[in-house]
């Protein structure tokens, strides 16, 4: 052994290793199987009501007339998706309720957006005041706002149209749309826009390049929410219009008249395009870690 070779750490003697602590294991399992089992419960109560929708407006008349009814499908019947379809005024309705629906989230996000990026990166007179002023107007109920809408509608000669209904819509989804993007966009770094302001670019240009394309997730949410609004509201739309009525208030106007066929097949029918609407936008949204929900 050399002098310029450096010392062997002494010899630690063989023993047995000290218990592990598997408590925190155990409580982590425990609280990963709580979430679990809450999350399949929530799932549960809230897609059991869509599986009977579902089931019932492809059930024969027989099925839904027996009690107690299967929970399987026995006969399996589209006669009552095509009789609720073939009805008088059913696919007007459903053309409306699109169309409404459509022009909400348009009108909503092109007015709601650029408030909510003011709030997020301006501080002006009355900024708290006016966030506030923006949750009472949410919880205004919708009747006060449809009935002077509509003798106002009277008198510019646009009752019983979609841009009324839809104006009454983007009223409804505006503050929340406003505080949604408003959230969302105080979350983007501000030294983004500063850095593409200085490059030579505008205060637009680095909105529509740098700030919206970060802010996609929660323009999607309030997408998501704007447009499950106006497909699912019928107060305002069965008080605004009498001949062009949205598929919500086409059926609730119907139903005292109609068989218990016709009620499964609405409700299904009204089911439908918020959920594919739902699955159309769920690219957009990311979760905490920034990944994208495939």
């Given at each position: 052994m050399?002098?310029?070779?450096?010392?062997?750490?002494?010899?630690?003697?063989a023993?047995?290793?000290?218990?592990?602590?598997?408590?925190?294991?155990?409580?982590?399992?425990?609280?990963?199987?709580?979430?679990?089992?809450?999350?399949?419960?929530?799932?549960?109560?809230?897609?059991?009501?869509?599986?009977?929708?579902?089931?019932?407006?492809?059930?024969?008349?027989?099925?839904?007339n027996?009690?107690?009814?299967?929970?399987?499908?026995?006969?399996?019947?589209?006669g009552?998706?095509?009789?609720?379809?073939?009805?008088?005024?059913?696919?007007?309705?459903?053309?409306?309720?699109?169309?409404?629906?459509?022009?909400?989230?348009?009108?909503?996000?092109?007015?709601?957006?650029?408030?909510?990026?003011?709030?997020?990166?301006?501080?002006?007179?009355?900024h708290?005041?006016?966030?506030?002023?923006?949750?009472?107007?949410?919880?205004?109920?919708?009747?006060?706002?449809?009935?002077?809408?509509?003798?106002?509608?009277?008198?510019?000669?646009?009752?019983?149209?979609?841009?009324?209904?839809?104006?009454?819509?983007?009223?409804?989804?505006?503050?929340?749309?406003?505080?949604?993007?408003?959230?969302?966009?105080?979350?983007?770094?501000?030294?983004?826009?500063e850095?593409?302001?200085?490059?030579?670019?505008?205060?637009?240009?680095?909105?529509?390049?740098?700030?919206?394309?970060?802010?996609?997730?929660?323009?999607?949410?309030?997408?998501?929410?704007?447009?499950?609004?106006?497909?699912?509201?019928?107060?305002?739309?069965?008080?605004?219009?009498?001949?062009?009525?949205?598929?919500?208030?086409?059926?609730?106007?119907?139903?005292?008249?109609?068989?218990?066929?016709?009620?499964?097949?609405?409700?299904?029918?009204?089911?439908?395009?918020?959920?594919?609407?739902?699955?159309?936008?769920?690219?957009?949204?990311?979760?905490?870690?920034?990944?994208?929900?495939?």
């Amino acid at each position: 052994m050399t002098a310029d070779a450096p010392p062997r750490p002494p010899a630690v003697a063989a023993g047995p290793l000290p218990p592990v602590n598997r408590r925190p294991l155990r409580r982590r399992r425990l609280v990963r199987a709580a979430r679990q089992a809450a999350a399949i419960l929530v799932t549960l109560f809230m897609g059991v009501p869509v599986y009977l929708i579902t089931l019932s407006a492809f059930s024969t008349r027989a099925e839904l007339n027996r009690f107690p009814k299967a929970l399987w499908p026995r006969g399996v019947s589209a006669g009552t998706m095509r009789a609720f379809l073939g009805s008088t005024g059913v696919v007007p309705s459903f053309v409306n309720s699109i169309e409404v629906g459509l022009t909400t989230l348009l009108v909503s996000l092109l007015i709601g957006a650029p408030a909510g990026y003011a709030i997020a990166r301006y501080a002006f007179r009355g900024h708290d005041a006016y966030q506030v002023f923006l949750l009472v107007t949410r919880s205004l109920p919708v009747v006060v706002l449809s009935i002077p809408l509509a003798t106002m509608f009277l008198r510019l000669g646009i009752y019983d149209s979609v841009v009324a209904v839809a104006l009454v819509h983007a009223a409804l989804a505006l503050p929340t749309t406003v505080l949604i993007t408003a959230s969302v966009f105080i979350s983007v770094p501000a030294e983004l826009e500063e850095a593409a302001l200085i490059f030579g670019g505008t205060r637009f240009a680095a909105f529509r390049k740098v700030v919206l394309p970060l802010s996609i997730p929660g323009v999607a949410a309030s997408s998501i929410f704007t447009f499950v609004l106006s497909w699912n509201e019928v107060l305002a739309a069965a008080i605004l219009t009498l001949n062009n009525r949205t598929l919500p208030a086409q059926v609730l106007t119907s139903l005292p008249y109609s068989p218990i066929e016709y009620r499964f097949a609405g409700g299904f029918a009204m089911v439908v395009p918020s959920l594919l609407f739902i699955l159309i936008m769920r690219r957009y949204l990311t979760n905490m870690w920034g990944a994208t929900i495939r």
